[in-house]
C-alpha cells in the first residue's frame, strides 16, 4: 500500500541518517588530530631551530676563547699553530698547555694532531654563557634573541652587549621593525666558524 511505502521510505531514511551522523564528529575528531600533530610538528622545528642556533653561538664563544688564550701561550714563543693544539688538546688550561708544549715529545705532539676533529673543543665558556643571561635580564631579550646577536658578531660579546644597545636606542626613537625578529644569520654547520682557527688547527695537523 502507499502508506506502507511511505513507512518504509521513512524507517530508510532514519537508518541513513543514523548512519551518518557520526561522521561530522568523527571529522572534527581527524582534524583535532591533524591539529596537534601540526603542533608537535611545529615544536619540534622549534625546538631544533633553537638548538642549532645555541650550537653555532656556543662555537663562536669557544673559537674566540681559544684565540685569547693562544695568544698567552704566542706572547711566550709559541707559534698559534703549537698554541692551538696544546689548548685543545689540554682543555684551554694555560699552564698545562705551555708545559705540555715544553716537555711533550714531538710523538706526542704529532698524536695529538692526529686526534683532532671538526667538533668543538672542550674549553670552558661557563662565564660567557653567563654574561649572555645577564644580557637576556639587562635587555629584556629572550635568549634566542641574544644569541642571534652574539653569532652575528662571532662571538664578540662587547660588539653584542654595543649592538643591542644601539637597538635598544633605536626602539626608543622609532616604532619596532618587523625585520628585526627575523630568521637567525645563516652560518656554516661545521664545528669552527673562526677562519683562524680553523687555519691553525689544520696546519697543525699537518
Known amino acids: 500500500s502507499g502508506e506502507s511505502e511511505d513507512q518504509q521510505k521513512e524507517k ?47 662555537s663562536y664563544l669557544i673559537s674566540r676563547k681559544l684565540e685569547s688564550l693562544a695568544q698567552k701561550l704566542v706572547a711566550m714563543g709559541f707559534t698559534s699553530e703549537q698554541a692551538t693544539m696544546a689548548l685543545i688538546h689540554n682543555e684551554g688550561r694555560v699552564d698545562e698547555s705551555a708545559l705540555w708544549l715544553l716537555e711533550g715529545g714531538e710523538e706526542s705532539k704529532r698524536q695529538a694532531a692526529s686526534n683532532l676533529d671538526g667538533s668543538n673543543p672542550k674549553i670552558d665558556i661557563a662565564a660567557e654563557l653567563a654574561r649572555i643571561a645577564e644580557l637576556e635580564m639587562s635587555f629584556k631579550c629572550t635568549k634566542q634573541e641574544i644569541e642571534r646577536v652574539v653569532v652575528a658578531c662571532e662571538g664578540d660579546l662587547e660588539k653584542t652587549e654595543e649592538t643591542l644597545k644601539a637597538r635598544k636606542q633605536e626602539s626608543a626613537v622609532a616604532p619596532p621593525k618587523l625585520e628585526e625578529s627575523g630568521d637567525q ?22
Open 12 to 58: 530508510n531514511t532514519a537508518n541513513n541518517a543514523s548512519r551518518v551522523e557520526p561522521i561530522p564528529g568523527s571529522d572534527a575528531d581527524k582534524r583535532e588530530k591533524i591539529r596537534l600533530k601540526n603542533e608537535k610538528k611545529h615544536q619540534r622545528q622549534r625546538e631544533r631551530r633553537a638548538q642549532e642556533l645555541h650550537e653555532h653561538c656556543c
Open 185 to 206: 644569520p645563516t652560518v656554516s654547520a661545521n664545528g669552527f666558524h673562526n677562519s683562524w682557527l680553523a687555519t691553525s688547527i689544520q696546519n697543525s695537523i699537518v
